[in-house]
């Protein structure tokens, strides 16, 4: 009898199976779960049986990857990444999943192929070219801020570069098998990958936006890309059409741990009860990241400082559009 030496595997479960594996996820399948973690690296995803006819492992492997990027990298230490699905309590984080999959899956044209099982599909299913905008009040929505911070940590370790790998190789795989697919497999809802912009990363979703009407374009150079751009290119991903320091306040939240002050500044006559020595810097306390003058919450009422004649150093120097007002704007979300 011929010795079998080698077993066959699905090409796309291998893929995320050592995805996974290489961020630091072992996964196994199980009749008893549909899909957790233990919180000490393993994630348990449940048999074929459980499955829907248009649903993968390499599927509910991504999707698993998406909670880990809402939730962060120590989410690997919390079963079931730390979230509760029994009750509503963290639909903002289901529903910030499914945009940041929605995203990644898009960039290689596989929005329709890697798309999730479970209750909340109709919810991914009516989202818009831009996962990351909803019509109307796009700042509004915890879930979109998630998102974009979710997005953020796909380019660090431990996903990166491990992610991009994986979504590239499937999006391959699946263009090869999508020439020989019968009408209604999955494998023929393959999309066209997004195209990549001349400064890096990814093309805007919308065919509208340019570089040249982009907050982030200074002079000739893009504050995201830190690269010369053309007025004409087409926008990016992080593409902002205006700011509007009154609606996003990002510098005054959480965009910032501290504000340091010199000895010298008129802040500190007026408003010295704020501000404390710590390992000899004078710094403004901000409890729970917000300034203490802040007034306002950038919806019903327009964020304003109460200090703002007497603003300290710091806060005169950041202007709207440059490098420290991105880097406030990502860390809160707002920017991309």
């Not at 915890?142 to 992610?163: G, N, T």
């Amino acid at each position: 009898m011929r010795a079998v030496t080698r077993r066959y595997e699905d090409p796309l479960d291998r893929i995320w199976i050592e995805t996974a594996a290489r961020i630091g996820l072992s996964v196994t399948r199980t009749p008893d779960a549909f899909a957790t973690t233990d919180g000490r690296g393993a994630l348990a995803l449940g048999d074929a049986a459980s499955l829907d006819a248009d649903d993968c492992l390499a599927q509910m492997i991504f999707h698993e990857l998406c909670h880990s990027l809402v939730q962060g990298v120590e989410s690997f230490e919390q079963p079931d990444w730390g979230l509760e699905n029994t009750d509503p309590r963290d639909l903002s984080r289901e529903h910030a999943c499914l945009r940041a999959q929605a995203t990644l899956a898009a960039r290689v044209g596989l929005r329709r192929v890697l798309a999730p099982t479970t209750d909340h599909r109709a919810f991914f299913d009516a989202l818009g070219p831009d996962p990351l905008f909803d019509a109307g009040a796009p700042r509004e929505d915890p879930s979109v801020a998630l998102a974009r911070i979710a997005l953020a940590r796909a380019e660090r370790p431990p996903w990166a570069p491990h992610l991009r790998a994986a979504l590239e190789a499937s999006a391959a795989v699946v263009r090869a098998a999508a020439a020989f697919a019968p009408e209604g497999s999955l494998l023929a809802d393959v999309d066209r990958a997004r195209a990549l912009h001349p400064a890096g990363g990814w093309v805007h979703p919308s065919a509208d936006v340019r570089c040249g009407a982009c907050a982030w374009r200074d002079a000739a150079d893009c504050v995201v890309a830190a690269a010369p751009v053309e007025e004409a290119w087409p926008g990016c991903e992080a593409f902002t059409g205006a700011l509007d320091c009154r609606a996003c306040g990002a510098c005054c939240r959480e965009g910032f741990d501290v504000v340091e002050l010199a000895p010298d500044e008129p802040f500190l006559a007026r408003h010295g009860a704020l501000v404390d020595r710590v390992d000899g810097r004078l710094v403004l306390r901000r409890p729970g990241g917000r300034c203490p003058p802040l007034r306002g919450d950038g919806h019903a009422e327009p964020y304003a400082c109460a200090a703002y004649a007497e603003r300290p150093r710091a806060c005169r120097e950041l202007a709207p559009g440059s490098e420290g007002c991105l880097a406030a704007r990502r860390r809160i979300g707002l920017s991309l």
